[in-house]
């Protein structure tokens, strides 16, 4: 897979964050090193499309729960702490400390060997971001218990899916000719993602007494308006110049960040924070504990080769949308009751096989786009950007397949039942929570697509929100289903061997009315 060996003396090790952006590539690098893997989630049904979910033993808990956490912990020799959170808002530094905390105890507890924590690259003695403070005291706690702790130090991340390389990878095509605070002229040492789990892997068989932070990096050291020229020049795009403006500007930064790439302001803001100092490794006593991999460190341009190719071939692994935070599902149909409901409901009948519609219907979202009015689809991304939201600028990691979980531009894969329904999430700025339900089933010689829009209003602001928009929903929702059963047609008739059917089309409609309490 990555090129990493095998281990001579296999561990038991638990990873917390298998659900996060490096969390996700770890497991399967550490199995394919053959460690005995297991996983602590709080929600397995976020890793049930993995690949490597019937390798592993999954434990339902969080990290605030000391017994659960011991538990756990029985008979693990190595604990993967890969839990930080970029947007946590106001107190999230004493969350995190304490969370660390309580898993040292836990760890202490249960008998661990080595913790391993992946923090960031920081000077000594500079007055840090909230962000990088925060993760600095949880690598201390770590290093300060009675286990051994190993605590890498990286800075940003090259890969794809990375928020690091989506917004290098934004900002750069954005503009030709870029103002930009006086950041950009810092000292940045970049490291391929690749790089990072090769050290968290050999961190596992790493022997003997270890405590101490270990500075990680490609050896290659550039600016950041650097890395968004070389960027540039491995995309194929024309030089980019970057003014270097002698302002600082970090909170104005992070709000053109969230504007002009698909990072939300929560992240952007702290990602932002955390490039207002030099961020270079300090010393390489790396290399007396683990060899450098076989072919040396991967350089930053050959880093952004990579991830480009991956994200061209659709073989992104995972991404740092789809390590959202956790939300309420759908309530059932029956469990309505007592809410109030509104709900816009389609159905279209079509000569196309129910396995082509169910294709359309994987593939939507991304360059697929939404199959009606992409203006008006726009226009709406661009004003949830503005008020902070997620936009529809995400995209999704596989152009054709999806998984519970994952991000497609402002919704999140809530619930798949493949060649049937797909149930997606909004996390778009609302007054209220939003579903979006598409179904196909078996209908004579075609299908019957249907499609459903789900919302809960949140107090009087939800009801006129809902009918603030209603107009715009007799628009689109019903181009929306006329559109994907055409495609699925043509799909179709592109196939060989197939029969398209020879019923008509016709569709139908539900009133976009409120269900009401009863519904």
């Not at 290098?168 to 954005?174: A, P």
């Not at 683990?290 to 460190?297: A, D, H, S, T, V």
Request: no cysteine; proline share 8%; net charge negative.
């Amino acid at each position: 897979m990555t090129g990493i060996p095998p281990t001579p003396h296999p561990k038991t090790v638990l990873v917390t964050g298998a659900t996060g952006y490096i969390g996700g590539r770890l497991v399967p690098r550490l199995l394919e090193a053959g460690h005995n893997v297991k996983v602590l989630v709080r929600t397995p049904a976020k890793i049930a499309g993995v690949p490597w979910l019937e390798k592993v033993e999954v434990v339902q808990s969080s990290l605030d729960d000391g017994a659960a956490l011991r538990a756990a912990l029985a008979g693990v020799d190595v604990l993967y702490y890969l839990v930080h959170s970029m947007a946590g808002g106001s107190g999230f530094e004493a969350k995190e400390k304490e969370m660390a905390a309580l898993t040292a105890e836990a760890a202490e507890s249960a008998g661990v060997d080595r913790i391993v924590y992946l923090g960031g690259l920081h000077p000594s003695g500079a007055e840090l971001s909230t962000h990088m403070r925060s993760r600095e005291a949880v690598g201390k706690i770590f290093l300060d218990s009675p286990v051994d702790a190993v605590v890498f130090q990286a800075g940003v991340v090259i890969g794809s899916g990375s928020a690091s390389f989506e917004m290098i990878r934004h900002l750069s095509e954005t503009l030709p000719l870029m103002p930009a605070p006086s950041w950009v002229r810092n000292k940045i040492e970049a490291i391929a993602v690749r790089d990072v789990l090769y050290y968290l892997v050999g961190a596992a068989s790493l022997e003997g007494h270890i405590n101490r932070t270990f500075d990680i990096g490609s050896r290659q050291v550039l600016t950041y308006g650097g890395m968004m020229q070389e960027y540039a020049a491995e995309a194929g795009l024309p030089y980019r110049m970057v003014l270097a403006l002698p302002i600082p500007a970090p909170k104005l930064a992070g709000m053109w960040v969230a504007l002009t790439t698909p990072i939300p302001l929560s992240m952007s803001l702290p990602l932002v924070e955390s490039l207002q100092h030099d961020a270079v490794a300090r010393e390489h006593d790396i290399d007396d504990y683990i060899p450098l991999p076989e072919g040396g460190l991967t350089p930053y341009r050959r880093a952004v080769a990579l991830a480009l190719g991956r994200e061209r071939d659709g073989q992104v692994e995972t991404t740092w949308a789809n390590a959202g935070a956790d939300a309420d599902p759908l309530p059932s149909d029956p469990e309505w009751a007592g809410h109030r409901v509104y709900v816009d409901e389609r159905s279209y009948s079509s000569p196309a096989a129910p396995e082509h519609v169910w294709t359309i219907i994987e593939g939507i979202g991304g360059q697929n786009g939404w199959y009606s009015l992409p203006l008006a689809w726009s226009v709406r991304g661009w004003l949830d950007k503005l008020t902070g939201g997620a936009g529809l600028a995400r995209g999704r990691r596989h152009p054709r397949l999806l998984a519970e979980g994952e991000v497609v531009d402002w919704w999140r894969v809530e619930r798949i039942d493949r060649g049937r329904l797909l149930r997606l999430r909004a996390e778009m700025r609302a007054p209220g929570r939003a579903w979006l339900e598409l179904m196909v089933e078996p209908e004579g010689n075609g299908s019957l697509y249907r499609q459903r829009a789900i919302f809960f209003p949140k107090g009087l602001s939800g009801k006129l929100y809902w009918l603030a928009v209603l107009p715009f929903h007799s628009l689109i929702f019903p181009a929306m289903s006329r559109n994907i059963a055409a495609a699925a047609q043509r799909l179709a008739e592109t196939e060989p061997g197939t029969d398209p059917g020879t019923g008509p089309e016709r569709e139908t409609r539900a009133e976009s009315e409120p269900a009401g309490p009863n519904a």
